[in-house]
């Protein structure tokens, strides 16, 4: 899984300039359900990956939830 | 309207009532009745016990306990129903549909038909006809009909008119294909220009409810009732009863070119015992033949009282005799219906408590 | 569970929406939004504007107004109404049934059949298979089917990732028997084991409704709703979406013998547009055959949403010729249906706004 470009698209949902892997998603203005759906459909469309709400709800930082995605990638 | 089914057949009766008993000696205390008037009323309307739910049991959870103990007993397999029809006007939520979450909670199949109809007295007339539909349909072979109902919660414990006759049940219907050339004759009338004389005014969208629609409001003859509870112009009920279905009935039997004499019972909806009498000497038909013994055991529990009468009368009779009945069910609509069924050699025509 | 209909047809269909139309841009202060955050969600969701019905406006009246003029402009004739199915989550009443006290409403005979049945998201289709099956009764003229409902009532109008796309709409359709074989396919799926992904919790018997169950709480920053307001699991929702819906599509044309290029017009459940273009995307369906406009300018009114897709993006189309359409509806339950049939010419397809008698 290519996470740059990953954390690209995570920048761009949260509409922010960079996403850096220790982030902490909580600390965003932006991280809300908004947000977590947006990802969901990222997700799925990019890679290809079914995530629960609270699988999302228990990743910390950025890089956690590239892992998490990563993990239930079918690309 | 008219309906005729072809090679269907009912093949098994469940019934599922609570534990919780009353009796009408203690609830006489909480009316604002002189004690002998009371207990006149008692011997008239056939008043004496009835069961009810315990706070926070919800028509899923009898739903669930009665085909659980189906499965249990092997008289049914969970991926055999093909169509879960609940009839019902106490669901457990507005959303989502309680035959949905009765199909959750006992892991059906996803290719389950799930239907939640909102009908009353005359809902188990309904659920046959709706039932006997869907078995036309080739992926359908077993239809399971629920109707249950918890409409204690919306009487109001100072109205004497209501109070005293409801009752807390769930009845379960196995429905599936008949080899043998059956006919069932079905008939169905609907009349909403009365549909105020049985109706709960509040709790709907027309009137949601609120702190004003829950207090008790003076309506007449000493009872105390609110816009939450249930409301029934006992009058004009019992009129429109003794008006309509007579024809009904006549109609029915002329329909399938049946005798009066050849139906060996007639199965009604159970208000009361006094109405039931009143209609059974109307159309000149023995009190034995047109029993009306549900609401002093087990109160009225709307669309469930028809498969009561059913299951506490007949019992095991049903699983070796075949008997010609008539069944009729009237009420909330207005609406009346009867179905004229050659009911026998059943699985099951059992009751149950639920604990 | 997989059915064929045949010698049925949809003859006419009438949505109605109320007069009272709020955009986003004037509501978005109300339910607490930042002017950034509003710009945001607009865009993520192509919102606009959405319809919403007085509180005295119930679904019922949605649709005895729909049906009151079919009557009145010679669509249909009282005397060819031989069942009333009454489809909806927000009833008039838990007793009577609504669809007899529209039958008084209406002065109707005594012969006519009423049903209500109580069914969201997926309750047009659901309607429709009522009716297919109720027209087998060859003394039945023609079934109305009546879908109504307003959520907007049900929704909390603290809830600014829901209320913006809630709207309250009504819909009429007439279906009747034909000559023509015209066979409808029609498959049904339930999960009520993922129930809990949009319901409400209390104000019917589960939890009756109390002062308790008035009292807002905050689910989540800024959101604030109680126990009679709807509860969705936005991301249950969009995963249930995406993962259960494309199969039985694709399912659906399979059976039917249909394939992206024979179906003119993929016309789905209006959740919001966001969840459809990337259903439409997954699917590889053009966006032009799969309209997900309807959030947009009316909002999510359950299961209006596909007759509103009807009546507004292919209304004129419709009574000109006939169409392939692949409906799918999915939500509340969980259920989801799908169909292929064909459409057109209707005697009318249109939408109205709801005039008060």
Redesign the interface.
């Known amino acids: 899984m290519d996470k740059i470009k990953f954390y690209e698209q995570l920048a761009k949902i949260l509409d922010i300039e960079e996403v850096k892997g220790d982030d902490v998603l909580k600390d965003f203005e932006a991280w809300d359900s908004l947000a977590v759906l947006s990802v969901l459909a990222m997700a799925d469309s990019t890679y290809g990956a079914s995530i629960k709400a609270d699988e999302i709800r228990s990743v910390v930082t950025a890089a956690e939830l590239a892992n998490l995605v990563e993990t239930k990638s079918k690309k | 309207?008219?309906?005729a089914f072809h090679r269907k057949r009912i093949s098994g009766l469940l019934t599922v009532v609570p534990a919780n008993e009353r009796s009408f000696i203690e609830e006489m205390k909480n009316f604002n009745f002189p004690e002998a008037r009371s207990l006149k009323l008692k011997e008239v309307m056939g008043y004496d016990r009835r069961r009810l739910v315990e706070p926070g049991v919800?028509?899923?959870d009898l739903a669930v306990f009665g085909l659980q103990h189906l499965f249990d007993q092997a008289l049914l397999k969970p991926d055999e129903i093909?169509?879960l029809l609940l009839v019902t006007?106490?669901?457990?939520?507005?959303?989502?549909?309680?035959?949905?979450?009765?199909?959750?909670?006992l892991?059906?199949k996803?290719?389950?038909?799930?239907?939640?109809?909102?009908?009353?007295c005359a809902g188990f007339v309904?659920g046959l006809i709706q039932g006997f539909?869907?078995l036309?349909?080739?992926?359908?072979r077993k239809v399971v009909l629920i109707n249950a109902d918890?409409l204690s919660?919306?009487a109001s414990p100072k109205d004497r008119n209501i109070n005293p006759l409801i009752g807390d049940a769930a009845s379960i219907t196995v429905l599936e294909r008949d080899t043998q050339d059956s006919v069932i004759y079905a008939k169905?009338?609907?009349?909403?220009?009365?549909?105020e004389a049985?109706?709960?005014?509040a709790?709907?969208?027309?009137m949601?409810?609120t702190?004003d629609t829950a207090m008790l409001e003076e309506v007449g003859d000493n009872n105390l009732r609110a816009k939450?509870h249930?409301f029934m112009d006992g009058a004009a009920i019992f009129n429109f009863v003794q008006v309509e279905v007579p024809p009904l009935i006549e109609a029915l039997l002329a329909q399938a070119g049946v005798s009066k004499d050849s139906v060996d019972y007639f199965f009604c909806h159970q208000p009361n015992r006094f109405m039931l009498e009143k209609l059974a000497d109307k159309m000149k038909i023995p009190h034995g033949r047109m029993p009306n013994n549900v609401v002093e055991h087990f109160g009225n529990s709307s669309g469930a009282t028809i498969p009561t009468a059913i299951t506490f009368n007949l019992r095991e009779r049903l699983l070796h005799e075949n008997l010609q009945v008539c069944l009729a069910g009237f009420g909330?609509?207005?609406?009346w219906s009867a179905m004229l069924i050659s009911l026998g050699n059943v699985n099951f025509n059992t009751i149950i408590e639920y604990k | 569970m997989k059915c064929i209909f045949k010698n049925k047809r949809i003859s006419a269909v009438i949505s109605v929406v109320p007069k009272e139309e709020y955009r986003f841009d004037d509501e978005y202060p109300l339910v607490k939004l930042t002017a950034d955050k509003a710009k945001r969600f607009k865009k993520m969701m192509s919102l606009d504007r959405h319809r919403i019905a007085p509180p005295d406006v119930c679904s019922s009246d949605l649709c005895v107004y729909g049906l009151q003029r079919l009557l009145s402009e010679g669509t249909l004739k009282k005397e060819d109404i031989g069942a009333l199915v009454f489809v909806s989550q927000t009833p008039d009443y838990f007793m009577p049934p609504t669809s007899n006290v529209i039958h008084g409403r209406l002065g109707l005979g005594h012969d006519v059949v009423c049903l209500d049945i109580n069914q969201g998201c997926t309750g047009f289709l659901l309607g429709l298979m009522q009716a297919f099956m109720l027209l087998e009764i060859s003394a039945l003229p023609k079934v109305v089917l009546l879908n109504g409902d307003t959520c907007s009532k049900q929704m909390s109008q603290c809830n600014r990732v829901s209320y913006p796309l809630t709207g309250d709409a009504g819909s009429v359709t007439v279906i009747e028997r034909c000559e023509a074989e015209n066979p409808i396919y029609m498959d049904v799926k339930n999960d009520g084991s993922r129930h809990q992904a949009i319901m409400i919790p209390a104000g019917a018997y589960r939890n009756p409704s109390t002062v308790e169950t008035l009292k807002l709480h905050e689910v989540e920053e800024g959101i604030m709703i109680n126990d009679e307001h709807i509860h969705m699991d936005g991301a249950a929702i969009f995963n249930f979406t995406m993962g259960d819906v494309p199969p039985q599509v694709e399912d659906i044309l399979a059976f039917s013998g249909d394939t992206r290029d024979s179906i003119n017009h993929f016309l789905f459940h209006q959740p919001n547009p966001f969840i459809l273009k990337q259903m439409a995307d997954k699917m590889k369906i053009s966006q032009a055959k799969l309209p997900n406009n309807i959030v947009s300018i009316i909002g999510n009114c359950s299961s209006v949403t596909i007759p509103m897709n009807m009546t507004i993006n292919c209304g004129e189309q419709l009574q000109r010729e006939s169409q392939r359409v692949c409906f799918s509806a999915f939500g509340v339950g969980l259920a989801w249906i799908a169909a292929v049939m064909t459409v057109g010419p209707l005697d009318v397809c249109k939408v109205v706004d709801y005039e008060k008698a």
């Not at chain 2, 049985?198 to 005014?201: F, Y």
């Not at chain 2, 709790?203 to 027309?206: F, S």
């Open positions: 309207m008219n309906f919800c028509v899923s093909d169509a006007q106490s669901p457990d939520h507005f959303m989502p549909p309680t035959s949905n979450i009765i199909q959750g909670r892991g059906l996803q290719d389950v038909f799930c239907l939640d109809i909102s009908q009353g309904i539909q869907l036309e349909q080739d992926d359908i918890v919660r919306k169905l009338k609907m009349d909403g220009s009365r549909a049985l109706i709960i005014p709790g709907g969208m027309r949601p409810s702190s939450d249930l909330a609509g207005l609406t």
